[in-house]
């Protein structure tokens, strides 16, 4: 089955315990993307890869990192946590070029930094 | 910038009825436009992606219709079911097509 795999589904860590979340995806896509969801916020783009060893900053990338050392995999870094990157996480991939194929998205990590 | 709107921000009907969702963008020079639902808590399951070619695209009880000229696209509903209750998104792509810009949603809730 097609998917975009995201582990792990809920995480509640303490303030400055460095955390990675993972991000796999089956579909050869070239493109992937990390984005974080919060009340009244909507969906806003971290960091996105257009393929391997190509990342580039999204909207909100203060206190992230990300990587592309695979095609599938597109982990998301927390190198030291804080309370205000409490929120919900979606992994999205797609295929690259103009005109698009449309975003497939993982299921979401749900992030508690106490 | 791009940025998407969507009117409107929650919506309430009776089982059965047909309805209309809207979404605005502000640059018209887009690639595609895409319909997401999400439940809650959950992931966004994709519904429709309409190409910028394309005026319309339909999917079972759906309809999505794109007029990018004046930046506009609406989500039709027809015979809506309690289980059609969720938010709804759309997204446009800026950056060379790959970065999306979400709207903030509209959350339907079907009443049975």
């Known amino acids: 089955e097609a998917q975009v795999t995201q582990n792990p589904r809920y995480l509640i860590t303490v303030t400055g315990k460095k955390l990675t979340v993972t991000c796999s995806q089956n579909?050869?896509?070239?493109?992937m993307s990390w984005y974080r969801q919060d009340p009244g916020l909507g969906l806003r783009q971290i960091y996105y890869?257009?393929?391997?060893?190509?990342?580039d900053k999204g909207d909100v990338p203060e206190g992230y990192k990300v990587s592309r050392k695979e095609k599938r995999n597109f982990p998301l870094i927390l190198e030291s946590p804080s309370p205000n990157q409490t929120s919900l996480y979606f992994c999205?991939?797609?295929?690259?070029?103009?005109?698009?194929?449309?975003?497939?998205f993982g299921s979401g990590t749900r992030l508690t930094v106490v | 910038k791009q940025e998407v709107t969507q009117i409107p921000a929650a919506l309430s009907v009776p089982e059965g009825e047909n309805l209309v969702l809207n979404c605005s963008f502000t640059d018209s020079a887009i690639y595609n436009l895409q319909w997401f639902r999400q439940d809650p808590g959950k992931g966004l399951t994709s519904l429709l992606l309409i190409q910028s070619s394309q005026r319309e695209q339909t999917s079972g009880r759906l309809n999505a219709s794109l007029d990018k000229s004046s930046g506009r696209s609406t989500l039709y509903i027809a015979a809506s079911q309690p289980g059609d209750s969720a938010t709804y998104l759309c997204?446009?792509?800026?950056?060379?097509?790959?970065?999306?810009?979400f709207g903030p949603g509209t959350r339907l809730s079907v009443l049975p």
């Open positions: 579909m050869n896509h070239e493109y």
């Open positions: 890869s257009m393929n391997v060893e190509v990342t």
């Open positions: 997204a446009v792509p800026h950056n060379y097509g790959q970065n999306f810009v």
């Open positions: 999205a991939s797609s295929f690259k070029g103009q005109g698009g194929y449309g975003y497939t």
